[in-house]
């Protein structure tokens, strides 16, 4: 079986040694060769790789960032200068890194081990790699900009500029300067990686942005509505009252 | 100290004048023999106050203060004892005084010089002893800081990512450019003997620290390639002036991690250093964006670091700011314009 495989990675040089490397390897075919986050993600999604050589330092977005996005899951060899908090997930999660400069024996120990992989089956993997997620998500302080992809675009929303979050299925739908943009996170990952000091949880499908809270309308028996100030009218849900006036204060 | 002998003169001969000018005053006023007792009293504080003044301008030496003190102690006591009898004796011999001088008398009134000679003989130990030790730790910041500098740019440099990734970029270009490889490897090599070679100077030749810069820009341009544009502009008359060590290096660093390692697309980072009237300027430009980045600049350590040491080694008589410039940012550092001294440009 052929292998396809990708190399994502910002330094010219650096994807150099992974193409000469990987001419030393039977049966592989190199599909896709990206210089940065947003190019992977734009480039991945067709090129069906299932192998994926992935730098983590890398301008505008980083490895773990990319890895955050993949919408498949190839199996990933993660390529570093060093990043000893990275190296100790890898190593917890096993999943498999190269230290740069890449070392040929190591090389080929990382790709016997990958197609071993492959061929065998790969229930556990997506886990393996959301356990790693999770794990760097934690050493993060509170997420600053949300990743969007949409029509072969990715850009980028800084969370400060959003109105307000709305749970959708499966995804997010993001309201901000009048627009809505549809993203794949979950509530609870929202929840726990938002600056807490000004998102606030008001309903168990919305988080809203306390700093574009224009007023609070009480309606019946003690129910308010959050109003923005671009006009949205949100419901506030009465169990999280709370949560809003840690952040406002009473009302 | 120099000053010593001549002001010794001065005070004297302002204090003869001022006795003899009183000594007719008083003369005038309560008769000779109540002008001849005042004029001993004003004899003897003249020596006080001599003494006082020599304790003020000598320098006391740290060690040994409580026995210095006591010597200079028993010395002005005699002194101003000696010389109040002396004149009291000379009154009495030329018959405008009935009776000879009494010693116990003129004991009990010199008595008080043996508490206020050692009281300002503390004090001034005390502020002598305060200034030597500030001065002692200011020496010590400033040598503590460029260690730190040091240390702060081998780490940033020995750094896993600098070394490992110019490491990978040298693999690659053994098998395709036998030439650049080397060229790579010298480079590294001279790179990180400038940066051993420092030692503990406080200040080098500007030229040094342009030449420390271009290694590392040659490098780093090895690395991202055709992505990566670098300058370096530097006017003849500016090559000689006088920085701290190390001090340009990081901020092309900064520059660098700003753009090319931020911000993906073509970078850029320009180095440039030109004298301004008596003022060195020296600005680093990189595209990275403006508003972000500036954000992104401050909250280096670095930068900080950067204005730490600029600051020990000029106090307030330096700026360093961060400018938006076009689609990037601008570090600008403009320090009092110095040369070398002879014997380390040498």
Known sequence: MTLRCAIVDDEPLARQRIRDLLAGERNVEIVAECEDGIAALQTLPSAAADLLFLDIQMPGLDGFEVLRELDSEPVIIFTTAFDSYALRAFEAHAIDYLLKPIDEERFRAAMARARRFLEGTREEWPARLQALVERLDRRQESLRRIVVKSAGRVFFIDTCEVDYFEAAGNYVRVHAGGETHLVRLTMQTLDARLDGRVFVRIHRSIIVNSARIAELQARTRGDYDVVLRSGARLELQRSYRPRLQAVLGDF | ?346
């Open chain 2, 1 to 346: 100290m120099r000053r010593l002998p001549a002001l010794a003169v001065l005070f004297a001969a302002t204090y003869a004048a001022g006795v003899v000018l009183l000594l007719i005053l008083f003369d005038w006023q309560y008769g000779l023999l109540g002008a001849l007792h005042i004029n001993s009293a004003l004899i003897r504080s003249g020596f006080w106050c001599a003494a006082l003044a020599l304790l003020l301008l000598m320098r006391v030496p740290p060690r040994h203060w409580l026995l210095d003190a006591a010597l200079f102690t028993l010395l002005t006591i005699a002194a101003a004892f000696a010389g109040e009898y002396a004149y009291m004796h000379f009154l009495f011999a030329k018959g405008w005084l009935q009776e000879p001088p009494l010693l116990a008398a003129l004991i009990s009134v010199e008595a008080p010089l043996a508490v206020l000679m050692p009281a300002a003989m503390a004090g001034r130990y005390l502020a002598v002893a305060a200034r030597e030790r500030t001065r002692a730790l200011r020496v010590h910041e400033l040598e503590s800081r460029l260690a730190e500098a040091r240390l702060e740019l081998l780490r940033s440099q020995l750094q896993p990512h600098f070394l490992f990734n110019a490491l990978n970029s040298v693999a690659t270009l053994i098998r395709h450019d036998a030439a650049g490889a080397e060229a790579m490897l010298a480079r590294l090599g001279r790179f990180y003997a400038i940066a051993a070679a420092t030692e503990a100077r406080q200040f080098v030749a500007l030229r040094e620290e342009v030449g420390f810069v271009r290694e590392y820009l040659a490098i780093e341009q090895i690395r991202f390639g055709a992505r990566l544009r670098c300058e370096i502009e530097v006017d003849d008359a500016a090559s000689d002036a006088a920085v701290p060590a190390l001090i340009l290096q990081p901020l092309a660093e900064n520059a660098i991690k700003h753009s090319v390692a931020r911000v993906p697309g073509p970078a850029s980072v320009v180095v440039r250093a030109r004298c301004d009237g008596a003022r060195l300027v020296l600005t680093v430009d990189d595209n990275g964006g403006a508003a972000a980045g500036t954000s992104a600049h401050s909250d280096g350590v670095g930068l900080a670091n950067t204005r730490r040491r600029l600051a020990h080694a000029y106090g307030s008589d330096f700026a360093l700011e961060l400018q938006s410039a076009g689609s990037g940012t601008r570090l600008r550092v403009a320090l009092p314009l110095r040369t070398m001294p002879e014997k380390a440009v040498a």
